[in-house]
């Protein structure tokens, strides 16, 4: 299994940028990397996915470091609703599943 | 609205009563697959499918099966249910299954065997 490594839990307050930290050095060289975050009692919801530059949408923005054997997913400001189970994952190139992990449960102080 | 919708949410059955829980796209996406979440253990694939009529399957199989006769929809069917199926199941699809693909995540069927 495409193995990441994700803190279990991270706390942030509300409103200051949450840094959600990956390590996947099994990565090659054309596997992507994806976050996903599961809300309390939701299915799974895409957030943002990078190969190897660094890459924003209107959710968060996604840090690739030069090796690629970590990445950062990053909210700009958190809210309430950024509560979740954060997901980082591996898309591997020949494979047709995502193998998620345990995740990092975030949670958000107001 | 682009969604994927499961059916039933919630189901208590007892064991060795078949059942089906079906999934549903409305996307026209080629890949569709079902996971199936337990607490400690993350999300683990069970079957997928890669167009119609072409399924294999994913890292936890076991007591499982699927079709894909249609491409909208992609249904589970526990033939002989037993306690340690007891989970949560998500079904998703994505519109190839490559690596830069989204997936799309139903809302879940939370099944209990007794």
């Known amino acids: 299994d495409a193995k990441t490594t994700q803190p279990n839990s991270m706390e942030s307050n509300e409103e200051e940028p949450v840094h959600l930290p990956c390590n996947h050095s099994t990565i090659s060289g054309t596997d992507y990397i994806h976050w996903y975050r599961q809300l309390p009692s939701q299915g799974p919801e895409y957030v943002i996915h990078g190969l190897t530059s660094n890459v924003n949408n209107r959710m968060a923005s996604l840090a690739i470091a030069e090796d690629r054997k970590s990445s950062t997913l990053i909210l700009h400001r958190a809210t309430l609703r950024d509560a979740a189970v954060y997901y980082c994952i591996l898309a591997l190139t020949g494979a047709n599943n995502l193998f998620f992990g345990t995740g990092t449960r975030l949670t958000v102080i107001p | 609205e682009a969604q994927v919708t499961q059916n039933p949410r919630y189901l208590i059955t007892v064991t060795g009563k078949k059942l089906t829980v079906t999934c549903s796209q409305n996307?026209?996406?080629?890949?569709m697959s079902w996971y199936r979440q337990d607490p400690g253990l993350g999300l683990r694939q069970i079957y997928y499918s890669m167009n119609v009529e072409v399924t294999d399957k994913g890292d936890v199989p076991e007591g499982y099966k699927v079709s894909r006769k249609e491409k909208r929809n992609f249904p589970l069917i526990l033939e002989s249910p037993s306690p340690n199926q007891t989970s949560l199941y998500f079904c998703a699809s994505s519109q190839t299954g490559g690596v830069a693909d989204t997936q799309y995540f139903g809302p879940g069927t939370r099944l209990t065997v007794l």
């Open positions: 996307m026209n996406h080629e890949y």
